[in-house]
């Protein structure tokens, strides 16, 4: 009877972990490092995600936001390549720098984007817009590229619209144009408007927003726009040329192709080497339901002021290893994004 009863007592022991296991995220606190200050729109973007990614990961751990900003957020790349554990309890969360400084070879950075665990992006689309004052001038495309030192305003050199300013400059064929730095983007209007400038680079989204009555009121002129990913024309400026079409060469048309890819990256999300696999296959479910819940969707508009875009993980790591990575588009690419002359074509 003894015995009968301990081999029973054993078999309802074995079987007990097969429908009662504890989820290994249960209790515990997850670390996302973001590269960016407080309050930033990438804090605002990855705030959306976390507010709703808990809900998504079975065993509901707490979830807790590290800022590390240094080196324009390839500090904390680094960390969490090179430091954290690779026991998916610490998450990256940076911009499209993570993959530009890569790709472009800055110094200070000490990870391998081809060796990163990626989760999804809430951002990855994106239409921007070469516009000008209606005082300037340039009522179309040709009296634009028939002026000489057109001056387009951006934050700084290196700055993500300071850089697309000078792509647009580039393959639209300006004349010698002058790059007016040192605002913040808001200050980039009021340097427009007080004819400070001639130029700027805006979003289509940002425009409306802000500026709709330069819209209604046909106060500006629209030159051209990238469409990010391509193909997604913008419904309020779907008639605005392409400025892909106006690449001339193999290298400038994949520099733009390099371009396209750096901005789908978006706000990603990322994981260091090494993670045990299915405790990557929980995460990249939980952030692929969290980027298609109608909750998410509604929180990002709340907190970033932009509709999200999301792209999960398989989409976003095949953007990532298909982008074009020749030298000569790399050295393009590299003179358009500093302050010198832009090069001949």
């Avoid at 957020?73 to 530009?100: C, E, F, W």
């Avoid at 400038?197 to 500026?211: E, P, Q, Y």
């Avoid at 260091?272 to 692929?288: N, S, T, W």
Wanted: aromatic share 8%; proline share 7%.
């Amino acid at each position: 009877m003894k015995i009968r009863e301990a081999v029973l007592s054993l078999l309802l022991f074995c079987a007990v972990p097969v429908w009662a296991q504890v989820p290994f995220f249960q209790d515990k606190t997850i670390a996302v490092i973001l590269g960016g200050p407080p309050a930033g729109s990438a804090d605002l973007r990855t705030r959306a995600v976390t507010n709703i990614l808990r809900k998504h990961i079975p065993g509901n751990p707490t979830i807790v936001i590290q800022h590390m900003g240094g080196g324009g957020g390839r500090q904390a790349a680094n960390h969490v390549y090179k430091v954290a554990k690779p026991d998916g309890l610490t998450i990256g969360s940076m911009g499209a720098a993570l993959v530009t400084n890569a790709i472009l070879g800055e110094p200070g950075v000490q990870y391998d984007i081809d060796k990163l665990i990626y989760l999804g992006t809430p951002d990855s689309a994106q239409h921007y817009l070469f516009i000008t004052h209606g005082d300037a001038g340039f009522s179309n495309l040709e009296k634009l590229r028939a002026a000489s030192n057109v001056r387009i305003a951006a934050q700084s050199v290196g700055h993500p619209i300071y850089i697309t300013g000078r792509v647009f400059a580039y393959l639209l064929g300006l004349k010698e144009p002058k790059f007016v730095v040192g605002f913040t983007g808001p200050e980039i209007d009021v340097a427009l408007a007080q004819r400070e400038a001639d130029s700027r680079v805006s979003t289509g989204d940002s425009l409306i927003r802000r500026n709709r009555d330069w819209l209604d009121k046909g106060l500006v002129d629209v030159h051209a726009s990238i469409e990010i990913p391509k193909g997604e024309r913008h419904p309020r400026f779907a008639q605005v040329p392409e400025l892909g079409n106006f690449a001339k060469s193999d290298r400038e048309k994949k520099m733009v192709e390099m371009f396209r890819a750096f901005r789908i990256a978006g706000q990603n999300f990322f994981l260091p080497p090494g993670v045990p696999r299915d405790r990557v296959q929980i995460l990249a479910d939980a952030m692929r339901k969290t980027l298609s819940d109608p909750e998410f969707l509604k929180e990002y508009q709340k907190l970033s002021g932009e509709a999200a875009s999301p792209l999960a993980a398989d989409a976003l790591d095949k953007v990532i290893r298909e982008l074009p990575r020749d030298a000569a588009v790399i050295e393009l690419f590299n003179k358009l994004a500093g302050a010198d002359p832009l090069p001949a074509r």
